[in-house]
């Protein structure tokens, strides 16, 4: 029996931290316009919270109950590969940061094509080499802020 209770309580720990997850989230469902985890779980591509319940997105949009395919070790899984990835953008952001604090170069995508261009900080005017947009600094948001 406290076999049981504990194996509850680790489960609502996991289902609050997937909950935290997909909250914080920057990233938008493709079909809910919702904050989400992208996965690749037996054919599903997303996690998302409809109401307080964690659901997962197939391919064509339709979402499902995490408890009829899930086992907590996916959910487990799942919870590691986001904070893995979530590490790595904190980590490009930095290595961006330090590029342009050390150069005076800033890395930037063009607000016409989305291609990534580097620009000197104190110029008034980019071109875009891939489509030869130009425009001012404001026209093209930095690749991480």
Known sequence: MEYLKELEGLEMKIHANIKDLISS????????NTPCIPIDVFGYIELVLVG??????????LH?????????TDLIDIINVENTRRFKITEQYDLAQEIISNSGINIVTCGNCGSVVLHRTNVEEIT???CGFTSEPCDFPDLYY
């Open 64 to 72: 499902h109950s995490i408890d009829s395919d899930l086992e907590l």
């Open 128 to 130: 875009c080499v891939s």
């Open 52 to 61: 307080s319940e964690i659901r997962l997105v197939d391919s064509i949009g």
């Open 25 to 32: 989230s920057i990233i938008t469902s493709k079909h809910m």
